[in-house]
């Protein structure tokens, strides 16, 4: 523990002491001397071990039993380092009833009672399914999106106060903003919907986007609370919109509240002196790797605001893997995105989506595996055949490579040897590396991305062959939010300040409101009815969704390629060129000769494709076909 606070003490970082006190939906004891039980609760019926972290003044030095009985049971009680915690085993069997338990803490003469409440599932929680390549899934930043409710932009409980004016400040942006945003989402034809982190983040500084966690049961009080996330996923549902939590297990924030008193010494990687990440995720599979190397990878800290957590201690991985379980069973979700995925210890971390996968099959994991490597990014998709033998468990990756191919390829107006278009075509002439296409999420932009429209220099003919792609190529699409309008940054030298912008119509008195069809114009109109109609087209086409891929090779910024099974076929061809282009659809007959009457996708009208037709600069056609 000495070294720790050595560590944060050279940082000048102080812990949020407030924060102990955060946890205002616990019931304390009689006493007070339980400051927190995690989980907050549980469920009858699940297959994850429950294992209570208690935390209060020297808890260490009492016996606990459970009051209740019938079917739970306390099974062993683990002593921490600090006195402060103790982990306290509880099976809970079929014949468990939901209700109100008791753990009774006991120091001679002296005993005091705590409640905790153990429910029933919800009918068919354990078959839930999770996003599939029928989805598409809309990425949104809470602080940035809708500002439901002003009142809560700054809270007495949490450091940092609203700022709209300031790139990296809060900007008040909550839960409600987001539940007003619900049916512009679905006419917009997403079907899944990925918030960036809305639980509490306290750090004095840039704790908008969510990403230093400082309580991890319980949503930051600038975004709303518990009770309205849960009401927000509901409203999500009755739209027939998934909702996916992004979630970190990799670190923390400095200001979270056991950072002023570790349960364990190594609860978190520690070292003499600040000592942050090598970056370095080869070191997961290169065979020629330094144990020393892979040790920096794993342990060094994401940034100095965030400790690294050591998944390695089986009481931290078994705090993340039941946290997972306890937020799908009470907020309904429909699957997770976990952040800086190759940071995290492997090992572990195949674990924790095991147990995950365990408790539901059929709900869907996405890792941000960031690399440009397209063997390394396909070592981390789960039952790929890795030559060590190694299986992460995860069933979703980031797909980067292909990212960082399209928006090289939009950007280009002169295109070298295996540049523009060409460069999309290699990458995805490298499938025969990944074993499950349909698990790879695909996009151009995210909230760490430049946004595509500053990629493309605002050219709206770019931004409608970006939306094509992502509508039409293989895996699961994501669409960052105002990318359907071409949004751009506010100021690209602000970096990520600059980037992740307010949405126009989500505050109170913003002169343009893109949320509704009267207020969007001109070419947010254009582009909003381009992506809706083709969005909205995608969720019943079962031949984007798992058909296969045939592209055709040019050199001169076009690029062709068709989505097909036994009956259906889909075409694609982009003119990302300033010249118009003839289709050179004889090229094409290996397939093209099995097809009928073709139509239009963006307009519904029929289309006859041949070698006399001809594509405008910069644009795309999509035409859909029976085979």
């Not at 003044?57 to 739970?72: C, R």
């Not at 349909?438 to 931004?463: E, Q």
């Amino acid at each position: 523990m000495k070294k720790l606070f050595i560590v944060l003490a050279a940082l000048g970082v102080i812990a949020c002491t407030g924060n102990s006190s955060f946890n205002a939906d616990s019931v304390a004891d009689a006493d007070g001397q339980i400051a927190r039980v995690e989980p907050l609760s549980w469920w009858t019926g699940l297959k994850t071990p429950l294992q209570l972290m208690i935390n209060g003044e020297n808890i260490s030095q009492y016996n606990v039993a459970i009051e209740g009985g019938n079917g739970v049971e306390i099974t062993a009680v683990h002593k921490a380092d600090s006195p402060n915690y103790l982990f306290v085993d509880v099976a809970v069997d079929d014949s468990a009833k939901e209700g109100t338990y008791y753990l009774v803490f006991t120091k001679g003469e002296e005993s005091f009672k705590y409640p905790y409440t153990i429910n029933s599932r919800r009918k068919g929680s354990a078959e839930r399914c999770g996003f599939t390549t029928a989805d598409a899934i809309y990425l949104l930043m809470p602080d940035r999106f809708g500002n439901g409710n002003p009142d809560n932009d700054s809270t007495p409980c949490t450091t940092e106060k609203a700022a709209r004016n300031e790139f990296f400040g809060r900007h008040g942006g909550d839960l409600q903003g987001m539940i007003n945003g619900l049916d512009y989402i679905a006419s917009l034809g997403a079907t899944t919907i990925w918030p960036t982190p809305l639980l509490l983040d306290n750090e004095p500084r840039e704790s908008y986007h969510g990403y230093a966690c400082g309580d991890y049961y319980h949503i930051d009080p600038r975004f709303g609370d518990n009770e309205l996330y849960k009401e927000f996923v509901a409203q999500a549902h009755s739209r027939d919109l998934k909702v996916i939590m992004d979630v970190v297990t990799n670190h923390c924030g400095v200001s979270h509240w056991w950072m002023n008193d570790l349960p364990f010494n190594d609860w978190v990687h520690v070292f003499p002196e600040y000592t942050g990440t090598n970056v370095c995720f080869s070191t997961n599979m290169d065979p020629n790797a330094s144990a020393y190397d892979l040790n920096l990878q794993e342990s060094g800290w994401f940034v100095p605001s965030m400790p690294d957590m050591n998944l390695n201690n089986e009481f931290v991985l078994n705090y993340f893997k039941q946290w997972a379980v306890w937020w799908i069973e009470y907020a309904d979700l429909d699957g997770f995105r976990v952040d800086t995925y190759p940071y995290n210890e492997k090992e572990p971390m195949s674990q924790w989506c095991k147990s995950v996968m365990a408790e539901y099959p059929n709900i869907n994991i996405v890792g941000e595996c960031w690399t440009s490597s397209i063997p390394q990014l396909a070592y981390w998709q789960g039952g790929n055949a890795n030559k060590d033998g190694f299986d992460t468990n995860l069933r979703s990756v980031m797909d980067f490579p292909l990212q960082e191919a399209i928006c090289h390829a939009l950007s280009c107006d002169n295109p070298g040897w295996g540049q523009g278009m060409t460069r999309v075509y290699d990458c995805l002439s490298h499938d025969f590396v990944y074993h499950d296409l349909d698990n790879m999420l695909i996009f151009t932009n995210n909230h760490d991305t430049t946004r595509i429209g500053d990629v493309i220099n605002r050219n709206p003919g770019r931004a409608k062959i970006g939306l094509a792609m992502l509508a039409t190529m293989r895996g699961i699409p994501q669409i960052f939010y105002g990318e359907e309008m071409m949004l751009c940054s506010a100021d690209l030298s602000q970096g990520h300040g600059g980037l992740r912008i307010d949405f126009p119509g989500g505050w109170a008195g913003d002169k343009v409101n893109l949320l509704t069809a009267e207020g969007r114009k001109g070419q947010n109109k254009e582009l909003f009815d381009f992506s809706s109609r083709l969005f909205n087209w995608r969720k019943s086409k079962e031949v984007i969704h798992n058909g296969q891929t045939m592209h055709f090779m040019t050199r001169d910024n076009t690029y062709a390629y068709f989505r097909y099974n036994d009956t259906d076929a889909v075409f694609v061809y982009i003119n990302n060129s300033a010249e118009t282009k003839n289709i050179p659809w004889s090229n094409y007959a290996e397939i093209g000769s099995t097809l009928k009457e073709g139509r239009c996708v963006i307009t519904g009208k029929e289309a006859v494709v041949d070698n006399n037709t001809k594509v405008a600069p910069y644009s795309v056609i999509i035409v859909e076909y029976k085979r």
